[in-house]
């Protein structure tokens, strides 16, 4: 499910489903997802980067509370045309301190519209919280 449009309209749509945070664009480029992607096309046109890729990958932690702490990626990827930009496929993975990966879930035949919000996305690679169960048999003792 192809839907394209220009930059300013798909980084408005991802940004109002929670991804605000900051992306890298081809492994480079941090900024806030419109400013990333930007910089890499005016290297691009600058030729520093030499010809744009027709599907770029955008980094981003949707979920992140510190090194000691599992943490929550996504990978997006990017197909650009003249000027309109449509979402291919997402990655999202749940990685302990160390990097070793926890979970994974791979969505593909995207569009913006159709891409999960980032609390979606969070929720697809997290474990349930556990509920304490309370034993019934167990009470007081005065």
């Not at 197909?79 to 993975?93: A, D, P, Q, R, T």
């Amino acid at each position: 499910m192809e839907v394209k449009s220009d930059l300013n309209t798909f980084a408005k749509i991802l940004t109002e489903k929670g991804y605000d945070g900051y992306f890298h664009t081809e492994g480079a480029y941090a900024g806030k997802l419109k400013e990333s992607i930007s910089k890499y096309l005016e290297n691009c046109r600058n030729g520093s980067e030499g010809t744009p890729k027709p599907e770029l990958l955008l980094t981003s932690y949707l979920q992140w509370s510190g090194e000691d702490d599992p943490y929550v990626v996504c990978n997006m990827y990017v197909s650009h045309k003249n000027g309109k930009f449509s979402l291919e496929k997402m990655e999202i993975s749940r990685k302990d301190s160390y990097g070793q990966l926890l979970k994974h879930s791979e969505l593909t035949n995207l569009s913006v519209i159709t891409a999960p919000k980032a609390k979606e996305a969070i929720a697809m690679v997290s474990d349930a919280p556990k509920q304490k169960t309370v034993c019934p048999n167990r009470r007081f003792r005065h």
